[in-house]
């Protein structure tokens, strides 16, 4: 079950870094400068909010602030436009697919290829 926007924690686990990051891949564009950097930060480069706050010269309250309003603009696009969740049902095709396959499939490898590239 997803988490709402109270409920978001930066003292996040490891899967709610990769859902983020997940996230930033889908969504990055659209977000200013600004929220790309503090999500970069954060969720790329590991920096922690007192980190953050010293080379941004900012507090860091403002930090967790930013950090918090971009991660919920990012579920936001998700709830409206659903490109992760359609992806991560590809890929779990993509597998079944591969799964279920049997020998004699030649064409079946290049289907599978074209649909990781969609």
Request: net charge negative; aromatic share 6%.
């Amino acid at each position: 079950m997803q988490k709402s926007y109270g409920e978001i924690n930066m003292e996040s686990s490891l899967d709610k870094k990769q859902r983020v990051n997940l996230l930033m891949d889908c969504y990055l564009d659209l977000l200013t400068d600004k929220q790309k950097d503090y999500l970069n930060l954060y969720y790329g480069e590991d920096l922690s909010l007192s980190e953050i706050a010293e080379e941004l010269d900012v507090s860091r309250n403002a930090v967790y602030d930013n950090l918090k309003r971009a991660v919920h603009l990012l579920e936001d696009y998700e709830d409206k436009l659903h490109l992760l969740e359609k992806h991560q049902e590809r890929m779990k095709l993509i597998d079944q697919i591969k799964e279920d396959q049997n020998t004699d499939h030649s064409k079946l490898d290049s289907y599978l290829e074209m649909l990781r590239r969609i």
